[in-house]
């Protein structure tokens, strides 16, 4: 599967944006679906994960509350949604995803993940 992301960009503190994440080449529905997130300087680390059909998610805790991931099967998508934006959450976010069935909290391990999209980046001006 190919990944796609996009919709990052500049927001200032308490501000909003919405990512997507568009996938191609394979069955999307039999991927669960991450977003992951890099600040320079520093590891890769888990955001958020949502299941095959929508209908679990998980998120780290510095998100929860604020972010929101969410998917549209029709449409080989998943998104993120970030409010109340904060300046430690600037980054490059990258979507990631993997067909294999592992027990759910392994979902929140980026190296769980077989498939990445190439990153967009968040700026969020204090």
């Known amino acids: 599967v190919q990944l796609q992301a996009s919709g990052g960009g500049l927001v200032q503190s308490g501000g909003s944006l919405r990512l997507s994440c568009a996938a191609s080449?394979?069955?999307?529905?039999?991927?669960?679906m991450g977003w992951f997130r890099q600040a320079p300087g520093k590891e890769r680390e888990f955001v958020a994960t949502?299941?095959?059909?929508?209908?679990?998610?998980a998120y780290a805790d510095s998100v929860k509350g604020r972010f929101t991931i969410s998917r549209d099967n029709t449409k080989n998508a998943v998104y993120l949604q970030m409010n109340s934006l904060k300046p430690e959450d600037a980054a490059v976010y990258y979507c990631?995803?993997?067909?294999?069935?592992?027990?759910?909290?392994?979902?929140?391990?980026?190296?769980?993940?077989?498939?990445w999209g190439q990153g967009t980046q968040v700026t969020v001006s204090s």
């Open positions: 080449g394979r069955t999307f529905s039999d991927y669960v």
């Open positions: 990631a995803a993997d067909r294999r069935s592992f027990s759910w909290a392994t979902y929140a391990g980026r190296q769980t993940y077989s498939y």
């Open positions: 949502i299941n095959r059909n929508g209908g679990s998610t």
